[in-house]
């Protein structure tokens, strides 16, 4: 198996003594920081003052963990549909009247908010970016993603091999109802190295993604030495997953940790990861979501849309390389029933998991 210098720094990304820095992203509004995407989520919306019964609009091409904040605060959901390269579909489109409206940065692409903009103009509505996967992506016009609505939600654990950290950014014109909860930040403790992922991630990630896959397998045997029973997959239908946010918890110290990469390489390394895997996956029988980057994006994967029947060529192509794909994303239970095709026919390069 031939692997290249970036496939193996997945998991190992470059450290840099006094590296990556927030401020200069943040620096134009307020940043809060939690352990999960989704909690930084559910202190945003209270921040700005949604209530049980107001209703938020976000893409029906989502996955499914993303709904939970919105049920915990009784919201009410509505979707808005996407064409087959992503784009959401909110022009001429009779939409529900929503207090907020949500914007995918898919896959640290920049997402055009100019119907957003105008959306939220209408109805006096709030935009928030979900740019989970996007941290040190910008725009074209040099705009940090996930910095350009009223909120923006930032999942770090997405991008760099870290147990937890997410954070939550307000722009500095927003009126917030209520200053966000957020707990003190933590220093790494054994949970950081000791739990099953991340004993997974050190041990096996040493070897790029295909090691991880291996230290997976490992363990589950392991367990299922020990306690006699299989590891049950996950129950596709249970709804517990759109209800329920995993216990919140301290994050960890953001700044100090990720001040510890180099965002130099990172950026390079990402860039090369997506080149490198869009000329391996060229005259495979697949459609890249996005053939070339466009100026200023990081991108967290490789997006391309392929058919059941071609997708265990694709995977073997990968596997030889030292990487893998999953499909994405596990569509929330109310858009599954009448998904169009091309909703369950996209497939991510992972890189970090
Ligand atoms: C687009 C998107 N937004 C938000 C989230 C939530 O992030 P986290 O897992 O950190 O809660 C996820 C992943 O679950 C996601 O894919």
Same mark, same amino acid.
């Given at each position: 198996?031939?692997r290249?210098? !970036?496939v193996?720094?997945v998991?190992?990304p470059?450290?840099?003594n006094a590296g990556l820095e =927030?401020?200069?992203i943040f620096?134009n509004?307020?940043?809060?920081?939690?352990? %999960?995407?989704?909690?930084?989520?559910f202190?945003?919306?209270?921040?700005?003052?949604l209530e049980?019964g107001?209703?938020?609009?976000?893409?029906?091409?989502?996955c !499914?963990d %993303? %709904?939970?904040?919105?049920?915990k605060l009784?919201l009410? @959901?509505?979707?808005?549909? $996407?064409?087959?390269?992503?784009?959401?579909?909110?022009? #001429? @489109?009779? =939409?529900?009247?929503?207090k907020?409206?949500?914007a995918?940065?898919? +896959?640290g692409f920049?997402?055009? =908010?100019?119907p +957003?903009?105008?959306?939220c103009?209408?109805?006096?509505?709030?935009l928030?970016?979900d740019?989970?996967? #996007?941290?040190?992506?910008?725009d074209?016009?040099g705009?940090?993603l996930?910095? *350009?609505g009223?909120l923006g939600i930032?999942?770090?654990?997405?991008?760099?091999?870290?147990s937890d #950290?997410?954070?939550?950014y307000?722009?500095?014109e927003v &009126? $917030?109802v209520?200053?966000?909860m957020?707990l003190?930040? *933590?220093?790494?403790?054994?949970?950081?190295f000791l739990s099953p992922?991340?004993?997974?991630?050190?041990? /096996? /990630?040493f070897f790029?993604p295909?090691g991880?896959?291996l230290?997976?397998?490992c363990l589950?045997?392991?367990?299922?030495v020990v306690? #006699?029973?299989?590891?049950?997959?996950a129950?596709?239908?249970?709804?517990?997953? &759109?209800l329920?946010i995993?216990?919140? =918890?301290?994050?960890?110290?953001?700044?100090?940790y990720?001040?510890?990469?180099?965002?130099?390489?990172?950026t390079?390394k !990402?860039?090369?990861?997506?080149?490198e @895997?869009?000329e391996?996956?060229? /005259?495979?029988?697949c459609?890249?979501?996005?053939?070339?980057l466009?100026?200023?994006?990081?991108p967290?994967? +490789?997006?391309?849309?392929?058919s059941?029947?071609?997708? /265990?060529? @694709?995977?073997?192509?990968?596997?030889?390389?030292g990487?893998?794909?999953f499909n994405?994303?596990? %569509?929330?239970l109310?858009? *599954?029933?009448?998904a169009p095709d091309i909703?369950n026919?996209?497939?991510l390069?992972r890189?970090?998991?």
């Amino acid at each position: 198996m031939i692997r290249s210098k !970036r496939v193996n720094q997945v998991y190992r990304p470059i450290k840099k003594n006094a590296g990556l820095e =927030l401020d200069p992203i943040f620096n134009n509004g307020r940043v809060y920081f939690y352990s %999960l995407g989704r909690w930084a989520l559910f202190h945003g919306l209270q921040a700005l003052g949604l209530e049980a019964g107001d209703s938020v609009l976000l893409p029906e091409f989502i996955c !499914r963990d %993303l %709904l939970a904040p919105l049920n915990k605060l009784g919201l009410k @959901i509505h979707y808005y549909s $996407l064409d087959k390269n992503l784009n959401p579909q909110l022009k #001429g @489109i009779d =939409l529900p009247v929503a207090k907020a409206i949500i914007a995918v940065n898919y +896959f640290g692409f920049a997402c055009d =908010l100019s119907p +957003f903009r105008e959306y939220c103009k209408h109805h006096q509505a709030f935009l928030i970016e979900d740019n989970a996967h #996007g941290f040190l992506s910008k725009d074209p016009d040099g705009n940090w993603l996930g910095c *350009r609505g009223d909120l923006g939600i930032f999942s770090f654990r997405k991008t760099f091999p870290l147990s937890d #950290g997410a954070a939550l950014y307000f722009s500095k014109e927003v &009126e $917030l109802v209520k200053e966000p909860m957020s707990l003190a930040p *933590r220093e790494k403790s054994s949970r950081d190295f000791l739990s099953p992922k991340e004993l997974i991630r050190n041990v /096996g /990630g040493f070897f790029g993604p295909s090691g991880i896959q291996l230290a997976t397998k490992c363990l589950r045997l392991a367990r299922k030495v020990v306690s #006699g029973k299989e590891i049950s997959s996950a129950d596709h239908d249970d709804p517990a997953p &759109e209800l329920e946010i995993p216990t919140e =918890l301290a994050p960890l110290d953001m700044k100090k940790y990720l001040s510890e990469f180099d965002s130099v390489e990172e950026t390079a390394k !990402r860039l090369e990861l997506f080149n490198e @895997i869009g000329e391996l996956l060229k /005259g495979q029988d697949c459609r890249p979501l996005h053939s070339s980057l466009p100026s200023n994006c990081v991108p967290y994967s +490789f997006a391309f849309f392929s058919s059941d029947a071609a997708i /265990g060529r @694709i995977k073997e192509v990968l596997r030889k390389k030292g990487l893998e794909c999953f499909n994405w994303p596990e %569509l929330p239970l109310a858009v *599954r029933k009448n998904a169009p095709d091309i909703y369950n026919q996209l497939w991510l390069v992972r890189w970090v998991w």
